[in-house]
C-alpha cells in the first residue's frame, strides 16, 4: 500500500516539473523553427530543397553504402554496416517513433515558409526525423569503419537534416532526435556485428587448436 502511494506521488512530482519544460523546449522548437522560415535565403532554398528530395525514402544513404560495398576489406565491410545501420534507423524512426508520439508536422503556411523551399509535406507524424536518422545512421556506421569518411558524412548528415527544417517539414527537435537515434542504432548494429565476428573467428569450445593432433588414450 506504501509503495502505490509514494510511487503516485513521484508520478505526479515528475508530472508537475516535466510539463513546464516540456512545454518550454517545444516553445523554444517552435520558435527556432519560425526563425528559419522568416530568415530570406533565396541562394540556399533551390539546393536545399533538391537535397531533401534527393535523401527521400534513404536514396543517398542506401547509394553510398552500394558504392562502399564494391570495395575491398574495409570498404566492403563499411558498406555493408552502413547499409544495416540505414535500415535500422529507418524501421526504428519511421514505424515505432513517429506511431509512439504522433507529433504534428508544422504548420508551414501558417510559419510562411516560401513556397521556393517547399517539398512534398509528408503525411507521417513529424517526431523524429527519418531522413536524419538515416543520414546519421550511415555517417556513424561508415565514419567508425572508416575514419576519413566521418568528416564529410557527418557533413552531409547535418545538411541533410538542416534541409528538413528549411523546407518546412520538421521542427529542429525532430532533427536533433533522429541524429541521436540514428547514431545510436548505428552504434547498436557495430557492436552486433563485432559480437557476430567475435564468435564467427573464436575455436569451438572444446576443440583442440587448428593443427593439433588429438591425444591418444593410454
Not at 541562394?43 to 525514402?57: C, E, K, V, W
Not at 547509394?63 to 547499409?83: D, V
Not at 561508415?142 to 575514419?147: F, M, Q
Request: glycine share 12%; charged share 15%.
Amino acid at each position: 500500500m506504501t509503495g502505490r502511494v509514494t510511487g503516485r506521488v513521484t508520478g505526479r512530482l515528475v508530472g508537475r516539473v516535466a510539463g513546464p519544460v516540456l512545454h518550454d523546449l517545444a516553445a523554444l522548437d517552435g520558435a527556432v523553427y519560425a526563425a528559419v522560415a522568416a530568415t530570406d535565403t533565396p541562394t540556399l532554398d533551390a539546393g536545399l530543397r533538391a537535397l531533401s528530395r534527393a535523401a527521400d525514402h534513404s536514396k543517398i544513404n542506401f547509394s553510398i553504402a552500394a558504392a562502399l560495398t564494391l570495395g575491398p576489406g574495409r570498404w566492403r565491410r563499411a558498406g555493408q554496416a552502413g547499409a544495416a545501420s540505414v535500415a535500422v534507423a529507418s524501421f526504428t524512426a519511421n514505424v515505432l517513433g513517429k506511431h509512439l508520439v504522433r507529433r504534428p508536422r508544422p504548420d508551414r503556411e501558417a510559419a510562411r515558409v516560401v513556397v521556393n523551399r517547399h517539398v512534398p509535406m509528408p503525411v507521417s507524424a513529424s517526431f523524429p526525423s527519418g531522413h536524419t536518422a538515416s543520414a546519421f545512421a550511415l555517417a556513424t556506421a561508415v565514419g567508425t569503419l572508416l575514419p576519413a569518411a566521418a568528416t564529410p558524412l557527418t557533413l552531409l548528415a547535418c545538411t541533410v537534416g538542416y534541409s528538413r527544417v528549411h523546407t518546412g517539414v520538421h521542427y529542429p527537435g525532430d532533427v536533433l532526435a533522429g541524429a541521436l537515434l540514428g547514431s545510436t542504432c548505428a552504434g547498436v548494429v557495430l557492436a552486433v556485428g563485432r559480437r557476430w565476428v567475435a564468435r564467427q573467428v573464436s575455436p569451438v569450445a572444446g576443440a583442440p587448436p587448428c593443427g593439433a593432433r588429438a591425444a591418444r588414450p593410454g
